[in-house]
């Protein structure tokens, strides 16, 4: 199994609409992730139905509303995605995310700093969870999200000056 894996991040409408993507795309930086891919895009309800149900099978895990919701909620703008690349990437960029519920969501991570939104409050208000970024939830997830975001000409090979500390290889 290779440890060097892509993962695919979006930065969701509440993230784009105020404005801290920046601010948060540091904290990939920072831990050593490279940027292979970038775009910012309004995908259609088809392409987040085949990315929330087709690959995450989202219907079945959280239920129709929740589904629908989310839908809705994603519809509200551009969203910003990247492909980012480095050891264990997949596990490592869920951690610095953390829980889907930005109420249960750890300090330190990025839905714990940036939101606080409970499932009970999006479930009595009939709202998507704004939870600021989306990141692939495993390696099968992260194969089909890459290839349905970005194609092949949008992925960049390309060697960062710290790579020597940050993907150390055997020489
Ligand atoms: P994650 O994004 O952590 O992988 P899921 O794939 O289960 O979580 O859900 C996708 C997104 O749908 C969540 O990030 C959140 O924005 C939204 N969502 C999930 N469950 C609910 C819910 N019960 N009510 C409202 N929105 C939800």
């Known amino acids: 199994m290779a440890t060097i894996e892509r993962s695919l991040i979006v930065f969701k409408p509440d993230a784009v609409q105020r404005g801290i993507i920046g601010e948060i795309l540091s904290r990939f930086e920072r831990a050593g992730l490279k940027i292979v891919g970038v775009k910012m895009l309004q995908p259609s309800y088809d ?12 219907i079945s895990r959280r239920g129709q509303k929740a589904f629908d919701v989310t839908l809705s909620m994603m519809n509200e703008g551009p969203v910003v995605a990247f492909v980012l690349e480095g050891i264990e990437a997949i596990s490592l960029i869920r951690k610095m995310v953390g829980a889907t519920e ?12 940036y939101a606080h939104m409970s499932f009970s409050h999006a479930d009595l208000n009939d709202v998507g969870i704004p939870n600021i970024i989306h990141a ?7 194969e089909q ?8 000409s949008e992925l960049f090979s390309y ?6 500390f940050t993907q150390t290889k055997k020489k």
């Open 136 to 142: 692939s939830g495993d390696a099968s997830d992260a």
């Open 102 to 113: 930005p109420k249960s969501a750890l300090p330190g991570t990025i839905r714990g700093d």
């Open 47 to 58: 392409h987040y139905f085949h990315h929330y149900e087709n690959i995450g099978k989202m």
């Open 145 to 152: 999200e890459i290839n349905h975001w970005f194609s092949e």
């Open 159 to 164: 060697e960062l000056t710290n790579e020597k």
